[in-house]
């Protein structure tokens, strides 16, 4: 059980702090809520200390017998301010302790995540981007806001990113430290490939495969906290966009490969986590096939779908890497790992990222595990983790090829 320290600014997006605050508590974690005290005019502390079991309060006199505007920040192993601000960030960049959250991120030795939410103007005033990279020059994780509606008519960046999301990447943080999401991809484009392919048969009918996307989804999402500029091409995939990421859908492997390809030519990084078909139907009937009719096939001719991985390597501009993926199954040829080193060679990308898929493990499942292969005979091992974990692994190797 982890101590997190959950701090709350005063924004409208404090409800969803909530949200955050039960993920924390259900995943088993000891949680105290520090909000602002223009935080408690959006949610009131009664809201925080019954799902917290915690009391609530705001300001340095109370619980002085304790010190707890030291205390607080110096017991836990992680603090995560949702939503953070322009107020708040400002103030932690400037190092005030007015109140009891801004006092806990001064004595806090533990990794602190920000979560910002505020209007698009706020967020990408200098003022504020000044600050943002000032904590982050002093070791703390900002992520980047969602796209999206925002307070009122107005939409953009400034969108504090789903509960999910952040309660997924504080799961990274606590488990491999702030290194996990350090900002070792910022001013990097990243092009990300997710979901599996459906090949139509008729107009209710496909050929598809079990990838639920939600690799391609950590993927990305940890590729945004990270700082990279992250485009998100998702093969009928059905989960709330990333935030961070722009997302291009696509659903046969014919619109996937004319996606990819189109995307990929200003890529530092192209990554083909998507289960692309290898085959789809020769032909698709333009009314559905009915059983005892006179269209009901007999067989149903395929011919093989373009190999899109080993065109992006084909066709890559100088400088760029390219990662796939490999969900392997042994067999009387030889195992997982034998089967992916000559998928590795035949499709000559840089990095592989094998999954061992036998008896229904990783698709859909919460969590992975993998073996990254280089190109140059590097066998990294993943543990079995979140795909959050997994992903911050990947992208680990990928940075140190990049530099």
Not at 240 to 248: C, D, M, S, Y
């Amino acid at each position: 059980m982890s101590r997190i320290v959950l701090g709350v600014s005063g924004g409208v997006a404090a409800y969803k702090a909530a949200l955050l605050l039960r993920a924390f508590t259900e995943a088993g974690h000891d949680v105290r809520v520090v909000p602002t005290p223009a935080a408690l005019r959006f949610v009131g502390a009664a809201t925080f200390e019954a799902l917290s079991g915690h009391p609530v309060t705001t300001d340095v006199w109370s619980d002085v017998d304790e010190v707890a505007h030291v205390r607080i920040g110096q017991t836990a192993d992680l603090v995560v301010v949702a939503p953070a601000t322009a107020d708040l960030l400002a103030r932690a960049a400037a190092g005030r302790a007015d109140d009891l959250l801004a006092a806990t991120l001064l004595t806090a030795h533990c990794p602190v995540v920000f979560a910002p939410a505020m209007h698009t103007e706020m967020w990408l005033h200098p003022a504020t981007q000044d600050n943002v990279a000032t904590l982050r020059r002093r070791g703390a994780i900002v992520l980047p806001p969602a796209v999206g509606r925002l307070t009122g008519p107005d939409s953009g960046p400034g969108r504090l990113p789903e509960p999910g999301d952040i309660a997924a990447l504080v799961s990274v943080v606590l488990a491999d430290g702030a290194a996990a999401l350090a900002p070792d991809l910022s001013g990097r484009r990243v092009v990300i490939s997710a979901g599996g392919t459906r090949e139509p048969l008729d107009p209710v009918r496909y050929l598809g495969n079990r990838s639920s996307g939600r690799q391609g989804w950590a993927l990305a999402r940890v590729a945004a906290a990270r700082g990279a500029d992250v485009t998100l091409v998702a093969a009928n995939v059905d989960l709330p966009a990333p935030f961070g990421t722009r997302v291009v859908p696509v659903g046969t492997a014919e619109e996937l490969r004319a996606a990819m390809l189109a995307e990929a030519g200003g890529a530092d990084v192209v990554v083909m986590s998507a289960a692309v078909a290898d085959f789809r139907p020769a032909e698709v009937a333009v009314a559905k096939l009915k059983k005892d009719s006179a269209a009901e096939p007999s067989a149903v001719p395929l011919v093989r779908n373009p190999d899109v991985l080993a065109e992006l390597v084909t066709k890559r501009p100088p400088g760029q890497l390219v990662v796939g993926f490999a969900a392997e199954t042994g067999d009387d040829a030889g195992d997982v790992l034998t089967h992916a080193r000559a998928k590795l060679a035949r499709k000559g990308c840089d990095l592989l990222v094998v999954n061992d898929v036998s008896g229904g493990r990783v698709f859909g499942r919460p969590d992975n595990a993998a073996v990254v292969l280089g190109a140059d005979g590097t066998a990294t091992e993943l543990p079995e983790g979140s795909k959050d974990a997994v992903a911050a692994g990947i992208w680990t190797a990928v940075t140190a090829r990049l530099s």
